[in-house]
């Protein structure tokens, strides 16, 4: 799943397909801009989310949705993470989804965003996505992120 060895500028062929599939089955009738998500735990495991709208305009986010999916298996720690939009502009994860990644992520943990075609314009540290965050650590908590 990871990017391909020859050059860290594309993803793999299997991953790519898998980016594409999800981001196609999105539901996002009303602003036209479907998103996939894709990630990849600590121990390997793979899951997948695109955005879902609904009429009152509260819809969930990809990485919300590859998110939930992870913790509703018992996974908690995201390795590395891809977002997919549909154009050729960068589709980062908005402020919501960068808390929501920061909670499961750690010191390693990798977000890259690709453009529409799968091709990978940027790659994120989590201090890099969300500097300076909040996390459980601030509530007292364990986390990854001071691991």
Request: aromatic share 6%; net charge negative; glycine share 8%.
């Amino acid at each position: 799943m990871a990017l391909t060895e020859d050059t860290a500028m594309t993803v793999s062929p299997q991953l790519r397909s898998q980016l594409l599939a999800v981001r196609d089955n999105a539901y996002a009738p009303y602003s036209d801009h479907p998103v996939g998500a894709v990630l990849e735990t600590a121990e390997g495991h793979v899951y997948t989310g695109c955005n879902v709208e609904i009429a009152n305009y509260k819809g969930l986010c990809a990485e919300a949705s590859a998110i939930a999916a992870m913790a509703s298996a018992g996974d908690r720690l995201i390795r590395t993470i891809y977002v997919i939009g549909p154009g050729a502009h960068l589709c980062t994860p908005c402020g919501d989804c960068r808390q929501r990644i920061r909670e499961f992520a750690s010191l390693n943990t990798q977000i890259h965003v690709l453009n529409g075609d799968g091709q990978l314009l940027k790659s994120y540290t989590m201090d890099e996505l969300l500097p300076d965050s909040f996390g459980p650590e601030n509530m007292g908590r364990p986390s990854a992120m001071n691991r």
